[in-house]
């Protein structure tokens, strides 16, 4: 088995943010308002969900897979917002599935404002994780997916 020189050890400690820095990271690009204020009775729901805030793994991780390989570039940050929504668009739709009546020691959606309306809550976030997606810049995209030869 091969060690790590300490000096390498050294390097990456002082380049790679923490789970923790990283989580607050996101969050302070994430808390913002992602939907309009109007119709309310359709945006409202969609950012109660948002405000009902998780451990916020998954974008972290997205985060955590850029800075391995580079400083994190501003378009990670949309991609993580992407990862972020999706997963709660599928957790309004898996509570009305499983009837769960709390979240996060919450309400659910669909609970506080009725399935129909959970349903779109749900389906408006999922068409705002592509709105993010949509805002990464070409050229980093394919930085991401193109081999280097």
Do not use: W
């Amino acid at each position: 088995m091969h060690r790590v020189p300490r000096r390498v050890c050294a390097i990456v400690d002082t380049l790679m943010h923490s789970f923790t820095e990283l989580s607050g990271l996101f969050e302070e690009k994430f808390n913002i308002r992602h939907f309009p204020d109007q119709p309310e009775t359709l945006y409202q729901p969609a950012q109660y969900i948002l405000n009902l805030v998780g451990k916020r793994i998954r974008p972290v991780c997205v985060l955590m897979g850029n800075q391995l390989f580079d400083e994190i570039d501003p378009d990670a940050y949309h991609a993580a917002a992407a990862i972020e929504l999706f997963h709660n668009f599928s957790l309004i739709h898996d509570d009305i599935m499983d009837k769960a009546p709390m979240r996060r020691g919450m309400e659910t959606v669909h609970m506080k404002y009725g399935e129909s309306t959970a349903l779109l809550a749900g389906d408006v976030m999922f068409v705002k994780a592509y709105e993010y997606l949509n805002k990464i810049k070409l050229a980093q995209l394919q930085k991401s997916i193109i081999p280097v030869q």
